[in-house]
T-cell receptor, first 111, second 114 residues
Framework: DVKVTQSSRYLVKRTGEKVFLECVQD?????MFWYRQDPGLGLRLIYF???????EKGDIPEGYSVSREKKERFSLILESASTNQTSMYLC??????????FGDGTRLSIL | DQQVKQNSPSLSVQEGRISILNCDYT??????FLWYKKYPAEGPTFLIS?????DKNEDGRFTVFLNKSAKHLSLHIVPSQPGDSAVYFC?????????????FGQGTILTVHP
């Protein structure tokens, strides 16, 4: 069974801090994704990656960057956290002919 | 602009009855559609999908219908069970696949009463 693990369930950070959210998948999937979920807006794609060291912007990449140095790990970076980045962050992975499989999310609060 | 819309924020049904969740899309390039279910404190889990070459796909109690001319899809759950209470998201892909970039709707909270 596919397992996508997000390093923290809850995280509290201060405005201006650099924040790292980590995601690891154990099924050798090529594709990895980062979303944020907000009430009334559903899931919105921030960044995705189809291979190691590759990244593509999603629909709302502003204020974020990503890193994929190894196939199993996809990191989301908030360069300088702001209060409007308080949200639920969800990581997902997929492979050919397999739909995206999600982690349980990280609830991030920026104070 | 919201390319995938779920216009009903919530739906309440009685156990044993049918639940119908609706989803509309505006981008005519979308050719693959999925439904995900999400319980509180868990990530979304894949439920069922449909390609644009079909108009219906069935999996047990879950059936998805696609009306391409109306750019509308719906998820039918029959019979509904209390364990179906969750947030349901529809999602769309323009790549003809289930594994690429997805655009999600806002979600519909389904509550099934015993």
């Amino acid at each position: 069974d596919v397992k996508v693990t997000q390093s923290s369930r809850y995280l509290v950070k201060r405005t201006g801090e650099k924040v790292f959210l980590e995601c690891v998948q154990d099924m050798d999937h090529e594709n990895m994704f980062w979303y944020r979920q907000d009430p009334g807006l559903g899931l919105r794609l921030i960044y995705f990656s189809y291979d190691v060291k590759m990244k593509e912007k999603g629909d709302i990449p502003e204020g974020y960057s990503v890193s994929r140095e190894k196939k199993e790990r996809f990191s989301l970076i908030l360069e300088s956290a702001s209060t409007n980045q308080t949200s639920m962050y969800l990581c997902a992975s997929s492979s050919t002919h397999q739909p995206q499989h999600f982690g349980d999310g990280t609830r991030l609060s920026i104070l | 602009d919201q390319q995938v819309k779920q216009n009903s924020p919530s739906l309440s049904v009685q156990e044993g009855r049918i639940s119908i969740l609706n989803c509309d899309y505006t981008n005519s390039m979308f050719d693959y559609f999925l439904w995900y279910k999400k319980y509180p404190a868990e990530g979304p889990t894949f439920l069922i999908s449909i390609s644009s070459i079909k108009d219906k796909n069935e999996d047990g109690r879950f059936t998805v219908f696609l009306n391409k001319s109306a750019k509308h899809l719906s998820l039918h759950i029959v019979p509904s069970q209390p364990g179906d209470s969750a947030v349901y998201f529809c999602a769309a892909s323009a790549g003809g696949t289930s594994y690429g970039k997805l655009t999600f709707g806002q979600g519909t909270i389904l509550t099934v009463h015993p």
